[in-house]
């Protein structure tokens, strides 16, 4: 939100009172409280009257600075909070001298500094990040005029709904940038990776992947120089970043106060880390659901005999299947959500996924939103219990956009909420394993909660009360580490209810693109898994598109086929043809099986994810913030700590990609490759560069069919670049759950020694790019001589 005309002038009917002077400062056992005027006090008389913001600094949590800055304390704030991982005992240290007050927090530390001038920075290790001096923290009125004209203006697309018979008031805060220091995240933010230029909103909406709206809105940034902020706001929260200050990152909110958190790392991933410590960390998603996804696509026909048809026709090419999702029409036109089966499509549909899950060994998704329709059986009962969202005269929030006479759940009513997930245990007892999670993005402010929410604040929060209830209802059915939703909407938290999908794209190479740099954007934002329709949802991709895609899909954290008006099967794009060894089906076929094979890797990176809040698949700059190439990065990542992927977006099979400094193996064409340095490649179908990290143990895994399997037998252990005196690792975790070995490598000169526990089980090892190989020692010890 801009506020500004130029470096001197705010826009006509803007006023903005900033913390000039640190007028009093007050340190308690725990925080350090700032009466900030907004003039320089020479005496007596200058503190009648005027703007003054109390702005109070403490920590909850190691390497985390809490801030609030407050201009009114009395005003009303019914925002819903964030849940989150505070430790109110949390003791950070304080230290005062003549010149300034220091808190600290682990290794991050703020100082505000005494005296005229209004000087607050943010400290790492005692390596600078970012702070606020002049024009930094403020509290602006916006008149009748100005807030129309901006409403208005083609410059600032706000959002807020804006009263016009009285000012309007906002709190702001402006922190600094460093010369080449980058920002990320925001949530799942389809334009370009790196923010510098933009002004980000985090409103919910249901946009596409073409637009700037998003899915998936969350209130926090990430920096290249190793530090977050978090808005503890759960409603919008408006960004410039280097855009209306070029040399700041400025947040607004409406109302009285703001609050923040700065997060302190070594480097953007432990970043990271310690924000999901405070957000919630990734829930792990069962290992089945790694594996191939297949859907009915959205209003294609189908009923039991298709959706054998689909299954079959991947059984008998040759294409592994772990999950089938049923979209919309299981349920009858004009009922969703009604939580039941359209009867006169699957007469039986106990029955079918009794087969599909015993017969063909399939997980079952199915879809579902937080709206009932009117002609829904469920609606009557939510209407006189009072379940829905209500309008200010009283009556149920209707709408006929998306189902006619829908009314939306009304999570904050215990009841309510009790009712829904009963409705998810419904579908569990027939068989259903996961649930996919749509909508949630528009939902209306002009409405009124059961427990008196902010219905401005609760557009945004909404999907974190829709999405928890759903998962742990289902969680509660399937058991701890097997529950998984495909989910569109989301908010900060929401991470902890994995997965979710990048929603509506167009099946062309431009729409793969803004997917990855929407995914990244997200697990630049706490959210450590990520998937995307294959083969895009809108229109039908050509052969070339779905065929490249269908390599990004597998080579992402979880893997969907699905479309909007036609289906996702290869066959309907190219037959398997010998004649034709690059085929849709062929292309499918290989990359699935990869991915099979690369479970052990996967699978274990998945745990690490759950365990530390580290995206599984991320941005470049998490893993080299050393390298500046990698700063900018954003049409390739890495799956893991050590496979780099870059998809081909070109219908000549043309991608360039950057590798950093060391030796990397081609995954796929067996080839060492020095690194730091650009290469440019042209790839077949059956080609992606795929590149594993040096000082790496990648396991592939003996995969035939179910990517649940032992990871160990029959395994593949190649060992990637190692480095003389190196020492590396990898984890092989079981696929139904808890760590089952740690394999250890040391090279010593020409000699590599492989450790791990004695085992009868049969796998080879071998050096990457090299044929020494070797059949692995069942006493624990096999040593490879290069």
């Known amino acids: 939100m801009k506020f500004a005309d130029g470096f001197w002038l705010n826009r006509r009917g803007v006023t903005v009172d900033y913390a000039v002077q640190p007028f009093d400062i007050r340190v308690t056992a725990n925080s350090i409280r700032v009466l900030a005027a907004s003039q320089k006090i020479f005496n007596r008389a200058m503190t009648l009257g005027g703007v003054t913001l109390e702005i109070t600094y403490t920590s909850t949590l190691e390497n ?45 530390a703020v100082t505000v500094r005494k005296g005229e001038n209004w000087d607050v920075q943010f400290s790492y290790d005692s390596r600078h990040l970012t702070g606020g001096g002049w024009r930094a923290a403020s509290y602006i009125q916006e008149n009748a005029y100005a807030a129309e004209n901006r409403r208005r203006s083609a410059m600032d697309n706000s959002f807020w709904a804006l009263p016009s018979d009285k000012r309007t008031a906002y709190v702001r805060e402006q922190l600094t940038l460093s010369v080449g220091e980058y920002i990320y995240g925001f949530g799942e933010k389809f334009t370009p990776f790196v923010k510098n230029g933009q002004t980000v909103e985090t409103r919910n909406a249901d946009g596409g992947t073409c637009s700037d709206q998003s899915y998936k809105c969350v209130p926090f940034y990430l920096s290249s120089r190793g530090y977050g902020v978090f808005a503890n706001q759960t409603g919008a929260v408006s960004y410039e970043v280097a855009s209306d200050t070029v040399s700041k990152v400025s947040m607004t909110v409406p109302g009285e106060s703001l ?29 089945k659901s790694l594996g191939l996804w297949l859907s009915t696509s959205f209003t294609t026909d189908y009923n039991e005999k298709t959706v054998c048809s689909f299954i079959d026709g991947m059984h008998q090419r040759g294409i592994p299947l772990q999950m089938f999702h049923f979209d919309c029409f299981w349920m009858k036109a004009y009922t969703w959500t009604s939580f039941t089966w ?3 499509m699957f007469p039986d549909h106990k029955g079918m996924l009794a087969r599909l899950r015993n017969e063909k060994n399939l997980g079952i998704c199915v879809w579902i939103n937080p709206y009932i329709a009117q002609e829904s059986v469920l609606f009557d009962e939510g209407m006189e219990k009072g379940y829905f969202l209500r309008t200010k005269n009283g009556s149920i929030f209707q709408t006929d956009m998306w189902q006619p006479g829908m009314a939306i759940v009304d999570f904050t009513n215990p009841a309510a909420y009790a009712w ?99 995914g990244l954007s997200l697990c630049a934002s706490g959210f450590g898994f990520f998937s995307h329709d294959i083969g895009g949802f809108e229109q039908t991709a050509s052969a070339d598109v779905y065929k490249r895609w269908v390599a ?39 990359f699935t099986k990869l991915k099979g094979r690369l479970m ?48 081909v977006f070109d219908e000549n099979g ?29 790839c077949n179908y059956l080609q992606m560069p795929l590149y594993v990290k040096p000082d790496t143990i990648l396991v592939l895994g003996g995969f035939r069919e179910d990517v649940c399997y032992d990871y160990l ?14 020492t590396v690792s990898a984890d092989l975790y079981r696929a139904e759950g808890g760590l089952d070995l740690t394999i250890t490598a040391k090279r010593e000169g020409s000699r590599i020694t492989v450790t791990y526990p004695p085992t009868s089980r049969r796998f080879r090892i071998t050096a990457a790019g090299t044929s020494v190989t070797a059949d692995a020692d069942p006493s624990g010890i096999t040593v490879i001589d290069l």
């Open 64 to 108: 985390t600075i809490k801030v609030q800055i407050v201009h009114h304390k009395g005003a009303v704030n019914r925002e819903p909070k964030f849940e989150l991982c505070e430790d109110s005992s949390f003791q950070p240290v304080i230290t005062e001298t003549d010149d300034a007050v220091t808190l600290i927090s682990g290794k991050t």
């Open 259 to 287: 609050a923040y958190f700065l997060i302190g790392g070594k480097n953007p991933a432990d970043v990271l880390r310690v924000y999901t410590d405070l957000t919630g960390k990734p829930a792990l998603p069962p290992a």
């Open 342 to 344: 359209d009867e006169e």
């Open 420 to 518: 829904f997930a009963d409705g998810i245990r419904k579908l569990c007892a027939d068989g259903v394993t996961a649930i996919k999670t749509d909508f949630g993005e528009r939902i209306p402010t002009d409405v009124v909660y059961y427990d008196g929410s902010d219905p401005a604040a609760m557009h945004n929060y909404y999907t974190y009360l829709y999405n928890k209830c759903v998962f742990e209802a289902l969680e509660s059915c399937v058991g701890k580490d097997k529950a998984v939703l495909f989910a569109r909407s989301a908010t900060a938290g929401c991470q902890k209810f994995p997965v979710h999908w990048g929603g509506d794209c167009a099946a062309e190479y431009s729409a793969m693109a803004e997917t990855l740099r929407g």
């Open 552 to 590: 990004f899909g597998l080579m992402s954290t979880h893997s969907r086929l699905h479309g909007s008006t036609s289906y996702r099967v290869p066959w309907a794009y190219e037959e398997d043809d010998p004649a034709n060894p690059e085929n849709a089906c062929a292309v499918l076929r290989f």
């Open 600 to 647: 052990p890797y996967l699978w274990a990176q998945a745990n690490k994810t759950h365990q530390t809040g580290i995206p599984m698949m991320r941005a470049m700059v998490l893993d080299f913030a050393d390298d500046p190439a990698c700063h900018t990065l954003d049409r390739q990542y890495m799956l893991g700590d050590s496979l780099l992927c870059a998809p």
């Open 654 to 682: 043309t991608v360039q990609f950057y590798l950093p400094a060391g030796e990397w193996f081609d995954l796929l064409g067996g080839e060492i490759v020095r690194g730091e340095r650009w290469i440019t490649r042209t």
């Open 713 to 726: 037998e029959n395994a593949e252990v190649l060992l990637c670049g190692l480095r003389d005196g190196s």
